[in-house]
């Protein structure tokens, strides 16, 4: 496994406990511990860092206006 940041591996560990789920973006982000009305694309750039590292095994889906979804 590729070594991930805390925040990452936080983002991952929440993504796998709703496996098949789409987790709102609010959620994600206090689950990491920023806050919900964040206006930057924090959390979308630690998704796409997840993607890069896990490779297409991940398979980690956007869902449009909700959050993002592990797939199994």
């Known amino acids: 496994m590729p070594k991930l940041t805390p925040n990452e591996a936080a983002l991952l560990r929440l993504l796998q406990a709703h496996r098949g789920e789409a987790v709102p973006r609010a959620r994600l982000l ?3 511990g920023w806050p919900p009305d964040i206006r930057t ?3 979308d750039v630690h998704i796409q860092h997840l993607r890069r ?3 297409p095994a991940a398979r980690i889906e956007t869902v449009f206006k909700v959050g993002y ?3 199994t």
């Open 41 to 43: 694309r924090t959390l």
């Open 30 to 32: 206090a689950g990491v």
């Open 53 to 55: 590292k896990l490779g």
């Open 69 to 71: 979804r592990l797939n």
